[in-house]
């Protein structure tokens, strides 16, 4: 029989020709690993949470194959002695047997928390920078508001899950959880009966909670997710001005091959370190706190870093029952559901009030300094002292125990703190930005500070300044205010000086730039 010659070169064109002929993907396929990807590393934040989140649903699937959201009363029997013959929930005793008995188990469980943790607060790091270089501007308002729905899905996701131990910091969050629905006016005590299927804690929120953490909650930020990523896709990434860069175009590497390979690099380095973690650090080690019982509180009770904001506002807020058309409202209902829906709807219209306010209503796919914007700096800052100063006060207990500080005093400081900081640090921000323009004012009209000290005929001394450009005819070196480039170490401690400096001037802004709506061109950065 002859034997038919295979040419192995030509296999991978041939193949892929036949099934193009069947199912004609070559031409959007080419678009896409040709797309071109701007490099910075804050666009690497955005990455972070991906990757996290890819980590979450391995490890998350790991632990479901061994977990059971049961409420079961059962008698634990497993490898962790103090505990041995303690009545517990099945939900806890599975929880531990993943801790001690399962093979990879307590790497998992301590890989996912860490994961968690990261996740949030990639995301956290990721919305400031989208906020604080106006990445949210048109056309971005819908990604901005898919972030932020993401942001308080996973958010809840963490919440849920730290729940499904049922040991007794999870049953303590949950009995929060239970007065914080309660408080709602008129349907409370529905809404709290409804989920908990009846009085708290009742036997099916396990299982509820179960359903909402490992199908619905991931299914739901899954396709967020893509649709965050598709629209950052076919809207193209935003990019810093800078040589060849304009908002009419796109400069960086193609998807396929150096932005796939450095994604990938990046993605074993965020495994890397979760992974490290896992295995280094311990966390929520549950077989310390026991089960859950509705009878005991434990004293240090904390929730995971993201949540913690909401427990300090319900600390900081005052005993006042406010009477509204003849019902007192109980006090738990300002800060724990009015609250953060205010922090949910306000963010969200940002972008739209931001185009009113500045009266700037083009599309923009160059990114702002943030000292370029000094009022949304300034906002951001604000936004971050009250964020902090909740987060601090929601372990204020812990603080005046460390510190042998009275815990009223760490109250009051927060309440008064929760007032004054937030202002401060918007007013100190806007200044600090105002410097900063007018520093880099200085260095376009007279150069970089050198160093050099000469002493003139006259006997004077001066300071040698090095132009940005060679000046022209006319001993001009003016440079456009937007887009221009300043030497590196002028952006950072060599521009504390002077920064601190232009405090106190008055400086006019410059108008904001009106561009007209275009497509983008793709501009690769010289590489293969
Ligand atoms: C954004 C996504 C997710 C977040 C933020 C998240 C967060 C958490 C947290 C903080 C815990 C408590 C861990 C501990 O006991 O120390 C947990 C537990 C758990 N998660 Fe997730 N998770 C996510 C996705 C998933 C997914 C996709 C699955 C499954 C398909 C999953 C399954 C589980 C299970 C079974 C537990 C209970 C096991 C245990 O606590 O030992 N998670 N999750
Ligand atoms: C599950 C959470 C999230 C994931 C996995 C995610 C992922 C990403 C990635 C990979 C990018 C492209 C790279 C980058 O610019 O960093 C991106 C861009 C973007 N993200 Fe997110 N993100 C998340 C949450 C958020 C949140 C909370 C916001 C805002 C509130 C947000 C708003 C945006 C916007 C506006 C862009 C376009 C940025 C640009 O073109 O400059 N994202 N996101």
Partial sequence: ???????????????????????????????MLNKVFPDHWSFLLGEIALFSFIILLLTGTFLALFFEPSLQEVHYDGSYLPLQGV????????????????????????????????????????????????????????????????????????????????DALSGTGLRIASAIMLSIPVIGSWVTTSLFGGEFPGEIILSRLYILHVFLLPLILLALVSIHLGLVFVQKHTQWPGPGRTNKNVVGERFVPRYVIKQGGFFMLVFAVI????????????WLFGPYEAAVVSAGSQPD?????????????????IRVLGYNIPPLFWPTVVLPGI????????????????????????????????????????????????????????????????????TWAGRIGILILPPLAYYFARRLSLGLQQHDREVLAHGVETGIIKRLPDGRFVEVHQPLVAPDEHGHTDLPYVGWT???????????????????????????????????????????
């Fill in 305 to 321: 870093w993201y949540v913690m904001f909401l427990d300090g506002s319900t600390r900081l807020m005052p005993a006042w029952d």
């Fill in 1 to 31: 029989m002859k034997r038919r010659k295979v040419d192995l070169k030509a296999l991978p064109g041939k193949t892929a020709q036949e099934v193009d002929t069947r199912l004609p993907v070559a031409t959007p396929l080419r678009g």
């Fill in 87 to 166: 009545g517990m929930s099945r939900a806890y005793e599975t929880a531990l047997d993943l801790s001690f008995d399962v093979r990879g188990g307590l790497i998992m469980r301590q890989m996912h928390h860490w994961a968690a943790l990261l996740f949030m607060a990639a995301i956290v790091v990721h919305m400031f920078r989208i906020f604080m270089t106006g990445a949210f501007r048109k056309p971005r308002e819908l990604n901005w508001i898919i972030g932020l729905s993401m942001f308080w899905l996973g958010f809840t996701e963490g919440f849920a899950g730290y729940s499904l131990p049922d």
């Fill in 486 to 528: 300043v030497p590196k170490k002028m952006n950072r401690l060599g521009a504390l000086g002077p920064a601190v400096r232009g405090f106190f001037r008055p400086i006019e802004q410059p108008a904001p730039p009106q561009q007209e709506e275009q497509p983008r061109e793709e501009v690769t950065s010289g590489k293969p």
């Fill in 275 to 286: 992974a490290l973690m896992g295995g280094l650090f311990q966390i929520n080690p549950i």
């Fill in 343 to 410: 922090l949910s709807v306000l963010p969200m219209a940002y972008p739209w009030i931001e185009r009113r306010w500045k009266k700037d209503y083009a599309s923009h796919n160059l990114l702002q300094r943030p000292r370029d914007v000094p009022d949304r700096t300034g906002l951001a800052a604000m936004a971050l002292a009250f964020y902090l100063v909740l987060t601090i006060s929601g372990g204020n207990d812990i603080v005046a125990d460390k510190f042998h500080i009275s815990l009223n005093a760490m």
